[in-house]
């Protein structure tokens, strides 16, 4: 069994006044403060272990993302190339740049050893995962995306909102004539649209449709994907249930290795938690910046006092361009 620093014990006791340090500061970091606290992030520590020096780069990063609305964010993304250039010299465009070339130059480089699979959250409910066999993505979206998608086989969205359906994704595999999985027509790609308990299956990965609520209008809106990553991975299964707001239209059929949730969507975590016992979970749909700062922005501080509050050893907060490699024996 793995041991975990008693630094985390202590965190978890002085958690009300030490994470509600996130978001609350008034102090505008310089931009040399922010540089470093992204390449902490990135590079020094990890989204399981929220040590002091991890908190101290998430207060950091919160203070610059909360300054950067959403009008900023459609701003960049409408950019001409050579403008948000410029503003990926700094602030927000520098860690979601940073971030994304981290990514790009990981993916081209990593040899996943047998029985273990690489994930990458690229951003939002955004990851790239990729095994000995094959590599896929699900909810992309990066303005930079044609830039890796020739390492891309395959592709998954949740349903057709506009932080997990984005034209990047689909164009640029549509354009290299790659599959995308979705339960909604996706307009100039010829692609099955897949239903409930449907399976596809691509060389020795399969993926088995579960279809949800976003919320009581949205009623089966979108798709949750059970991903066995193959013999190769020691049947590694990710969850991912995109915006699935109902913990009972949950059913996978294999044990959860990776379970990839909206955290604060309306689903019970602690019920799904209880029904299908996942061995790990990234809790995801954090600093989605295309919201208002002040409605359905969920901030690190957010992903803390959840933490708090569900009762699971194996917690964690992924951040853009995080890596995780992921080996089931290494954590039995």
Not at 259 to 282: D, S
Not at 302 to 331: F, M, Q, T, V
Request: hydrophobic share 35%.
């Amino acid at each position: 069994m793995r041991k975990f620093p008693v630094v985390l014990a202590m965190l978890a006791l002085s958690a009300t006044s030490a994470l509600a340090q996130i978001v609350k500061t008034t102090c505008t970091p310089s931009d040399k403060e922010f540089r470093k606290a992204v390449k902490t992030i990135m590079y020094r520590t990890n989204g399981h272990d929220i040590t002091p020096k991890r908190m101290k780069a998430m207060e950091v990063t919160q203070s610059v993302i909360n300054n950067f609305t959403n009008s900023d964010w459609r701003t960049y993304r409408r950019a001409t190339a050579e403008e948000a250039a410029i503003m990926e010299q700094s602030g927000v465009p520098y860690f979601l740049h940073q971030s994304f070339e981290k990514v790009r130059k990981e993916l081209s480089k990593t040899k996943v050893k047998e029985g273990t699979v690489a994930v990458w959250l690229l951003y939002n409910m955004g990851y790239i995962v990729k095994t000995p066999t094959a590599t896929f993505g699900i909810d992309l979206n990066s303005r930079h995306l044609d830039e890796l998608l020739d390492m891309v086989d395959f592709g998954m969205i949740t349903h057709p909102h506009g932080d997990h359906l984005t034209k990047e994704f689909v164009q640029g595999m549509a354009k290299r004539n790659k599959p995308i999985l979705a339960a909604f027509d996706v307009k100039n790609f010829d692609e099955k649209r897949v239903k409930h308990g449907d399976i596809f299956t691509y060389g020795d990965i399969s993926v088995r449709i579960t279809m949800g609520d976003h919320n009581k209008k949205a009623r089966n809106y979108v798709a949750s994907y059970e991903i066995d990553c193959g013999p190769r991975t020691n049947h590694t299964v990710i969850y991912h249930t995109g915006d699935t707001s109902n913990y009972k239209q949950l059913v996978p059929e294999k044990r959860v290795d990776i379970f990839i949730p909206h955290i604060r969507v309306g689903l019970n975590i602690p019920a799904a938690i209880k029904a299908f016992q996942p061995r790990h979970i990234f809790m995801s749909h954090i600093q989605e910046l295309g919201h208002r700062i002040d409605k359905w922005r969920w901030t690190f501080h957010d992903a803390l006092r959840s933490k708090e509050k569900w009762s699971h050893d194996h917690l964690w907060i992924p951040c853009w361009g995080e890596r995780i490699i992921y080996n089931r024996n290494d954590w039995e």
